[in-house]
């Protein structure tokens, strides 16, 4: 049961990464007149994309071994997150 509870919470931490993520970027990385003129559809889209970059660097951490502490796991969700959100809008 534990590994059920340790899986759901990686889960929910990872999605909380991307979102967040894809929120800030899409917000915060754009210029002034492209924000007048943002959607709410950009900004599902941006934080789905978000997700997707989480999930990625979630599991490339994993992958590399990075298992003695699950913070740096998130820390290369977040990494992987911004990674694809930044090659997603072509910068």
Request: charged letters at 10%; aromatic letters at 10%; proline letters at 2%.
């Amino acid at each position: 049961m534990a590994i059920i509870t340790t899986a759901v919470a990686n889960l929910v931490i990872i999605l909380i990464i991307g979102i967040v993520a894809g929120l800030l970027f899409n917000r915060y990385g754009q210029t002034w007149f492209r924000r007048q003129f943002a959607t709410r559809h950009t900004d599902i889209t941006s934080s789905l994309v978000g997700i997707a970059g989480s999930f990625i660097g979630f599991h490339i951490g994993v992958i590399l071994g990075l298992l003695p502490s699950p913070l740096m796991l998130y820390i290369a969700a977040a990494i992987g997150a911004v990674l694809v959100l930044w090659l997603w809008r072509g910068r």
